[in-house]
């Protein structure tokens, strides 16, 4: 019983890390009804350059989660200036250049910033050609214990930490002016328009927002590892992807209950079935997620976003 | 000189080139042509058409409105199915071929059916997470038999080694490049041969407006069901040619990453026609090559002009729109006039 | 107030609006008429900056409006109800209204507006918590118009409010549209119910295929003899055959 626990336990704190990595992919697709393919190339560059400031520079660790932070939020401007800005014309009328296709700019939003993703990785990797690359550690030495069972200090931190993030940007989005705007941006477009909102500004500093947030995600997550390699991009789409998928893309709270689900079901599939049960039963998880009956298509797509 | 190609080509594709990697290995693997260069033009050629049968695969399923980051699970699931036909059983190359290629067919059925309901994008991800599932899956499978050297068989996560039909035969790498060649083309000629007729035009038609094409008849979910099965074939049947070129595949090859990349090799090239994807296959592979002078900044460069490319032309190179211009242009020149233009009758005269 | 200059929209190739000319007056409920497809939305998205002319002016208050942001366009006092409403389906009925308040920053006074809001649309507070996409078609009008009017708009734009909706809620529009007259809200509307529009109105113009064809009184559009059979469906006088057989 208290092994259970005890994997429970295991899989919340990491599910905590997935979380993290998630929101600002929801955040994105809330806001933009786009996958940013880019998005853990993104991370992955701003984690790289964090990892040289440390390792080339001797940058204390403050210095280096601003750099990532800023660098994450300065990489995603030019992915959403260069993928995902022109894909809408102002108002999204007949007049603006015509795709054909209904999810025409969808596909090419997806193309490009699957092009960017290459970019970027490319560029990481260039920056730091090693395959495990140093990352400063905020490991916790010791672990704590409850009765019986273990819980690492840092990964609950961690935890905590994206569940603040989550639920803050969830409040913010349901009582700010701007946080309105946001939601009401994502809804219609034309809508937002008509009643003043400038509806480009907004998409560019959410999906900003969305990048910063992974910088901060990275850092969180490459300081307990104290590395960091270049699986970390695909690493932060695919876990970041699941657990957005889960709790529904676009919704804000949702990422935090959909990596707690993500980090639960991997810590006993892990249990009974080891590593490659582990990795076949995130997929497979949301394989069934997806295709299930329950799929309650329309709503889903509907998109937009929701805290 | 095949450690340096491995070091140099290691650093310049960096994280994205698993296949292109492995692709390099298979050169080292097979006895050479002569030259040197003669091996690396022959090895390149044949690269381009095996991952062209994979981008075929990627556009039969955008023509459909869909985008599929699966089409890795269907080359891997038909490399393993041939690999297995012909170093386990003994088959001939085309029947391992041909097997592999239903395989993956009937696998790609399979999967379309609870997945082609969901949108574009819902699709995309589930059609990612079953890639995942099976290349976990191809990495937990062990099933060897005694065999000449040892045990041949899939060997889970190390792979599965010895699929030498081509060595024991004696089929030298520049037959073997005219075999995918000629596979491709006859591929290709199907393809073209179905927009002629209204199933090729129905396919388009679903992917346009699929309630549109629905209200004019066309039984959309069936004819989708058809394009997913017949472009798990197309994937698998590439798997096959490519196990056999390699004569080593192993799951770690078939990552999201090598789907990715076929569908963006078709969306670059061009959905307008069936030479698109063979376009985007042409540039990319051709670019690496080319680009050997510049490791390590091929994809930054390539990467960025892609992006600004698509925002110029969405649909690709050889999109709809010009493969029509060029169709009439064509079809005018036959008949030896020009374009014409709209024009009263020559013979009215004023009186 | 509103002067539209020689306004031409185009959508690719195809000439939409082939050189608009009119005028609304301040105070005034100034209406314009025509069928499907003569280009009344057209115009009412290129005078709320959605869609961008390829030439004409367009002056409110003396200040050209072309090449101005929708933002901008409502910061200067002129809002739009779109036609089909265009209500924020996954926002609440408040929100909608609060985000027609976006260009505003006076908290106090939005909260003051949108209690209005509910007093002069009663049946939208019944709903203030519910998704406005839940909401039926007439009620998602009145969200549009109170959301529209969030923003105190000086001219309020309304492209065909009354289309799809059932008699009993088209008469309840008309007549706030009335109210917002005798507050002294400028309303420029578009309509293809003659009818009706022709109790609101104080002037009248007619647009066909792009052009304008007609401007004038109510009077002047009741005596039109083609308006009357097209628009209004009645016949004056005897048919002409009649007359020619006699």
Known sequence: ?307 | MSDRIHSASAAASGVNGTLAQAMRDALCHLPGVGSAAGVHAVGLASDMAIMSLLALSAYLMLLVGRVSFGQQAFFGLGAYASGVMSAMFHAPLGLALAAGAAFGALCSWLIALPTLRLSGLHYAVATLAFGEMARVGLSAWHWQIPGEDGPVGPAGIDGFRDIRWLLENNVAPIEYLVLTLLVLLFVLGLLMQTERLRLGVGLRMIGQDDTLAAAQGIAVERVRLFAAAISGGLAALGGGLYAHRTTYIEPAVFDPMLGVHAVGYALLGGLGTAFGPLLGVALDLGLLDASRLLPGWRMVIFGGLVALFLRWRPRGLLDEALVHRLASHWRHLRSGRRTPSVSLPATRRTP | MLEITDLATSYGKIEALKGVSLSAKAGEVTCLLGPNGAGKSTLMLTLAGILKPQRGSVTFEGEQLVGKTPAEIVARGMALVPENRLVFPALTVRENLAAGAYKRRDAAGIRDDIDAMFSRFPRLRERTAQLAGTLSGGEQQMLAVARALMSRPRLLLMDEPSVGLAPLVVAEIFTIIRQLHAEGVSIFLVEQNANMALKVAQHFYLMEQGRVSFSGTPGELADDDVIQRAYLGHKRGPSPDAAART
């Open chain 1, 1 to 307: 019983m208290t092994a259970w626990v005890q994997t429970t336990i295991d899989g919340l704190l990491d599910g905590g890390s997935y979380a993290m990595v998630g929101l600002g992919l929801s955040l994105t697709f809330g806001s933009l009804r786009r996958l940013n393919l880019a998005y853990g190339a993104t991370a992955m560059l701003a984690a790289y350059i964090g990892a040289w400031l440390h390792a080339r520079a001797q940058a204390p660790i403050w210095l280096v989660v601003i750099a990532m932070v800023l660098s994450a939020t300065v990489i995603g401007w030019y992915v959403e200036r260069l993928c995902f800005a022109g894909t809408h014309e102002n108002g999204s009328l007949p007049q603006a250049a015509p795709v054909a296709g209904t999810d025409g700019r969808e596909v090419v939003a997806l193309a490009s910033s699957f092009a960017v993703w290459m970019q970027l990785e490319q560029l990481a990797v260039n920056l730091l050609p090693r395959h495990l690359n140093p990352f400063p550690s905020l490991a916790a030495s010791s672990e704590w214990t409850l009765g019986e069972l273990l819980i690492r200090p840092d990964r609950l931190l961690v935890m905590v930490l994206a569940a603040a993030l989550t639920l803050g940007l969830a409040a913010w989005l349901e009582r700010s002016r701007t946080g309105l705007a946001w939601r009401a941006a994502a809804d219609h477009r034309t809508a937002a328009h008509l009643v003043g909102m400038p509806v480009a500004r907004l998409q560019t500093l959410a999906f900003s927002a969305a990048c910063a947030l992974s910088g901060v995600a990275a850092f969180a997550v490459l300081s307990i590892d104290a590395q960091v390699t270049p699986m970390f991009g695909m690493w932060v789409l695919l876990k970041g992807l699941v657990a957005a998928m889960l709790g529904g893309l676009g919704s804000i709270r949702g990422v935090l209950w959909g990596g707690l689900l993500l980090g639960v079901v991997e810590a006993h599939a892990q249990t009974l079935l080891g590593a490659q049960g582990r990795e076949f039963a995130t997929y497979a998880l949301l394989f069934v997620v997806l295709t299930g009956p329950w799929w309650r298509g329309d709503r889903a797509w509907s998109g937009g976003l929701r805290a």
